[in-house]
């Protein structure tokens, strides 16, 4: 690992500090170099504050050395006006004679302008330094710019012989199939994404919340579908305490507080129809629960990017049956006897 490789490294840890803090923005890091010493750093930490470039920069002690220096950024530094000015307008002002770039960014609004209007300024740039680890750290992000699309994750817990519920149950809430331990899991990757999905079925049978009460961390916006509007107004789907869509056949409801309206087709693509209104609404990334039609159906139009799926220990043998999906190069973990399988969808 040569030397900008290895401050690139360093701005990746700092970004992964702002996972599931800074949509509709990317996760960044960067850290600021003076005599083979890091005299500043900082990551972005929330949509609407400053910048990684901004708290790297405001962190350096001594401001005389930064026209001496050299910054490196996980993500080409942005050259428009958003919440907050062009951090290409802050490195210049600063007169850092020397910029280290991880990875383009893929967003219309800078893609390569930031790059050019640093050359232009005559700061010295080099780009593409461990440019893959920096595309995976914001895979949510370019794939909604670059398929527009959110970032698709879909996740269920299955029996021991394949079942994701039992045939019958006796109370409206869940029938647990994992352990606590990767029941609190769930809960902190739901707060590192921007939306959950699920479908009629699930919210009748079970009455989620679907929120992030065993983990620390902002709550996903809900999505629900509801294509005949059988969802009962009791619901905690309709508590009001997250912004929740619900997607039927027509959209002839008012919205109300937090609660919004939207119709598709429900008779054909129905996962490309879901994909295009989550890109409507900003959503970068979207974590799909079930029921069992719904994750289907988004397998079946190949419209995932990955699958993390849970095998208990419990034995149903009836049920609901798990969702079918090829074999494909997969990670396993072990979660105190669960079984945790994640695979990745690169077509």
Sequence with gaps: MNTHEKYIKRCLELAKNGLGTTYPNPMVGSVIVFDNKIIG?????????????????????????????????????????????????????????????GTVDPNIKVAGNGIKKLIEAGTNVSVGY??????????????????KRPYIILKWAESQD???????????KPVWITNPYSRQLVH???????AILVGT????????????????????IRIILDQNSRILDNSHIFNNQVKTIIICKTS???????????????EQNIAQQLSELL???????????GGRQTLQTFIDENLWDETRIFIGKTLFQEGTKAPLISKRDSKKNCINGDELIISRNYD
């Excluded at 405001?58 to 080409?76: G, H, M, Q």
């Design 188 to 194: 902190k990757w739901r707060s590192e994404e921007q």
């Design 279 to 289: 890109y409507k609404y900003q959503i970068q990334s979207v974590i799909i629960e």
């Design 162 to 172: 394949g079942f994701i519920a039992p045939l019958s149950k006796t109370e409206t």
């Design 41 to 101: 750093e900082g990551w972005h930490k929330k949509a609407g504050g400053p910048h990684a470039e901004v708290n790297a920069v405001n962190s350096v002690k001594d401001k005389s050395l930064l026209k001496k220096a050299t910054i490196y950024v996980s993500l080409e530094p942005c050259s428009h006006f958003g919440k907050t000015p062009p951090c290409c307008d802050l490195i210049v002002d600063n007169k850092i004679p020397n910029v280290v770039i």
């Design 201 to 220: 079925q699930t919210v009748i049978d079970d009455n989620p919340k679907l929120d992030t009460r065993d983990w620390a961390g902002n709550n996903p």
């Design 130 to 147: 461990l440019e893959e680890e920096c595309n995976e750290l914001n895979k949510r992000f370019f794939t909604f710019h670059q398929k």
């Design 252 to 266: 002839d409801k008012d919205n109300k507080e937090n609660c919004i309206f939207e119709s598709i087709d429900f």
